[in-house]
């Protein structure tokens, strides 16, 4: 499974972004799929995720409200809206694939581990 992200830049305080991922290789539509940033100096983390056919998601406390995850099978892709940004938003996004469905969720969504492919990353930038 080859993995690319899509859609970062600079944007203002407040402004908002959509992510794209887009897998290929082959189907990601029985994995979940999830999102982690790398801020400059600082550890990865977890950003969203989101199982299969949707049926769970999950976003880290510093998120929630303000980035909706979303999936299209059919198009093999996972997208991360991303509103009200904020200056510690900035980091590089990574979307990577879940080795299992991530939807009888057995509370390691958020941890790298449960990932075994990974993007390369896109930049996203907030300014004050």
């Known amino acids: 499974v080859q993995l690319q992200a899509s859609g970062g830049g600079l944007v203002q305080t407040g402004g908002s972004l959509r992510l794209s991922c887009a897998a290929s290789?082959?189907?990601?539509?029985?994995?979940?799929m999830g999102w982690f940033r790398q801020a400059p100096g600082k550890e990865r983390e977890f950003v969203s995720a989101?199982?299969?056919?949707?049926?769970?998601?999950y976003y880290a406390g510093s998120v929630k409200g303000r980035f909706t995850i979303s999936r299209d099978s059919a198009k093999n892709t996972v997208d991360l809206q991303m509103n009200s940004l904020k200056p510690e938003d900035t980091a590089v996004y990574h979307c990577?694939?879940?080795?299992?469905?991530?939807?009888?969720?057995?509370?390691?969504?958020?941890?790298?581990?449960?990932?075994?492919?990974w993007g390369q990353g896109t930049l996203v930038t907030v300014s004050s």
């Open positions: 290789g082959r189907t990601v539509s029985s994995r979940g």
């Open positions: 990577a694939a879940a080795r299992g469905s991530l939807y009888y969720s057995t509370g390691n969504y958020y941890k790298a581990d449960e990932y075994d492919y």
């Open positions: 989101i199982s299969v056919n949707s049926g769970r998601i």
